[in-house]
């Protein structure tokens, strides 16, 4: 009934969305964010450690979400490990742009390795209900970096 | 469409016949027939509705309360007839007792604003329930912090019953105001208006019921609920958007203050000061939403001609057959199973966020709600983050029953 969604929910989305990889606290971590997203409810936290030269050096989250935003969180957090700060808010920044635009080029600042991996949420721009809930860990990551407390996506109607 | 879904055939109400009234109904949604499962989130428009809004502009339309000519009258009368209407509709004493507005919320804003800062003072006391719609807890959080008046909430069981032992206890000298939904948009709970206005007016307090969803499922009586002030918003009694109703008992509206001023609402004005006119118009500053108000005349209208104990019946048959069939689908919960319950079914998947689940089915065609309803305290109550929600009006069937079942079968496949 639902083929033509395959694209949307491929298998690495439905693998992370049913077991997210690095799904716990970090302790004292060097960067921590709340992110929310009201429009479904869902909330994450994300926790960022970095060494003294401010390389990542473990990447975690909590929270409830749909597929898609536990399968981007789970992604995220595996693939901020051994970047630094600067090179993990370029991918925010790529990856918010493909969401959006839809943009396969928008990766371009990216190494091939990660965008190969970050597209498979390249779907979501079909789905303009449904970017938010991609991005979300990756907003609130980035607030994190920024020393924000936390962040909301804008709020819902009636 | 299998065997029991038309095995039983509702003899007084002709569903097909009605669904012939809804144009929108025949569109396809993705390539498949429109499965529309969310009219409590606004309802599709009868071409009755469509028609009278197109006629008025097409014919007569002008201003209304201001001009001497023929259609500045004549659209004058037809405003006038739909406020008449909506009185009968609600059985309300008076047609100055019909106040439009744009929606339900701009109804309690008006409450808030103009009876609530005039009569209330710190110390006093309001009761809400915890299965509110955000429109019916913020206004009164806007008079929390200007006034200081205090909120207490009345609590509904694991089921969304609507607790009267604890409501009864929270009632008191203090209590100045109820103001409570008639039906929850999440739970479908009715809540027992007419005991809960009796024990509110015995404790001195007046009630402000919210009717946004029980209108549409219902037959209400103002005066036989002796409730103090009722509103509901035109958009979801299949009329059109932009237009709402505050019913209130005229000695109370007489003694409120206005809501906002400009032109409509005085009676004469000088620099120095202004009279107000006379009810409803006090509360009526601006130009109104003329042809929507005509529009809401033909919905109440076409409710009145299809009967609305015909339509209760079909959907409370709609939500039984809808409760059976998805309590059969494995890993599904529904949330609200008040007795006496009405046309919504909230429900979660163990397999999926009710986001995702939403995004599927839409597939399929089937259009459901789902998120917080504008009702995060109840979310919170209920410790859910969001559940799905499918809502019957009176056009829906139990074929479309079948198909959502169908698609949250398909749902459950695809991420089970
Ligand atoms: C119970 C309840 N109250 C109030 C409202 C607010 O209605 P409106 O947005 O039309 O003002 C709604 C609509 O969602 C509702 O379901």
């Known amino acids: 009934m639902f083929d033509d969604l395959r694209e949307l929910y491929q298998e690495v989305i439905l693998d992370h969305g049913k077991s997210p990889r690095n799904f716990r606290e970090i302790d004292h971590a060097k960067y921590h964010a709340h992110g929310n997203n009201p429009m479904c409810g869902d909330q994450l936290e994300v926790f960022v450690e970095t060494d003294d030269a401010g390389n990542i050096t473990d990447a975690s989250f909590l929270g409830k979400g749909c597929a898609i935003s536990v399968a981007s969180a789970s992604l995220m957090t595996e693939m901020l490990r051994g970047k630094n700060i600067d090179e993990a808010r370029k991918m925010f920044e790529g990856f918010h742009e493909m969401c959006t635009t839809g943009d396969d080029n928008a990766l371009a600042g990216v190494g091939q390795e990660d965008a190969d991996r970050l597209q498979v949420l390249s779907g979501v721009s079909e789905f303009p209900m449904r970017v938010k809930c991609a991005t979300l860990a990756w907003h609130t990551m980035n607030a994190a970096t920024k020393g924000e407390a936390g962040i909301s996506t804008e709020d819902e109607r009636g | ?416």
């Open chain 2, 1 to 416: 469409m299998n065997a029991t879904a038309e095995a039983i055939v509702n003899p007084v109400f002709d569903v097909e016949a009605a669904r012939r009234d809804f144009p929108i109904l025949t569109r396809e949604i993705h390539g498949k027939p429109l499965v529309f499962l969310d009219s409590a989130a606004s309802a599709q428009k009868p071409r009755q509705v469509i028609d009278a809004e197109r006629y008025i502009y097409e014919n007569e339309y002008a201003n209304v309360h201001r001009g001497i000519h023929y259609l500045s009258q004549i659209c004058t009368d037809r405003m006038e007839a739909a406020r008449e209407k909506i009185r009968a509709f609600l059985n309300a004493a008076k047609t100055g007792e019909i106040v439009f507005t744009r929606n339900a919320t701009e109804s309690i804003n008006l409450v808030a604003a103009s009876w609530g800062r005039k009569f209330l003072k710190a110390g006093d006391e309001i009761i809400l329930s915890e299965m509110e719609h955000h429109s019916n807890i913020i206004p009164w959080q806007f008079l929390r912090d200007e006034l200081g008046v205090v909120l207490r909430i009345a609590p509904v069981t694991d089921d969304g019953e609507f607790r009267m032992d604890a409501f009864a206890e929270l009632l008191g000298e203090r209590t100045k105001l109820v103001a409570i939904t008639h039906m929850s948009n999440v739970l479908g709970t009715i809540v027992p208006v007419a005991d809960v206005v009796r024990m509110a007016h015995d404790a001195g307090a007046r009630v402000l019921l919210d009717g946004a969803q029980a209108v549409t499922h219902i037959p209400v009586d103002v005066q036989a609920l002796d409730c103090d002030f009722y509103v509901f918003s035109g958009h979801k009694l299949y009329g059109p958007s932009g237009i709402g109703v505050l019913y209130g008992k005229e000695e109370l509206l007489e003694a409120m203050p206005p809501y906002m001023g400009g032109g409509e609402m005085i009676r004469a004005v000088t620099f120095e000061k202004a009279e107000w006119a006379e009810l409803p118009y006090k509360f009526e500053a601006g130009t109104p939403a003329i042809a929507q108000a005509v529009g809401l005349g033909a919905a109440v209208d076409y409710m009145t001609g299809l009967g609305l104990d015909a339509i209760g019946a079909h959907e409370a048959d709609l939500l039984n057959y809808a409760t059976q069939r998805l309590s059969s689908i494995k890993g599904l919960k529904i949330i609200g199973t008040a007795p006496g319950k009405s046309s919504v079914l909230s429900f979660t998947m163990d397999c999926a966020h009710p986001h995702d689940i939403g995004t599927l089915v839409d597939r399929a065609g089937v259009a459901i709600r789902v998120g917080h309803h504008c009702a995060q305290p109840l979310m919170d109550r209920m410790c859910l983050a969001a559940t799905a929600r499918a809502s019957f009006g009176l056009y829906n069937t139990r074929g479309e029953v079948d198909v959502l079942t169908e698609s949250l079968e398909a749902v459950q496949e695809f991420f089970g």
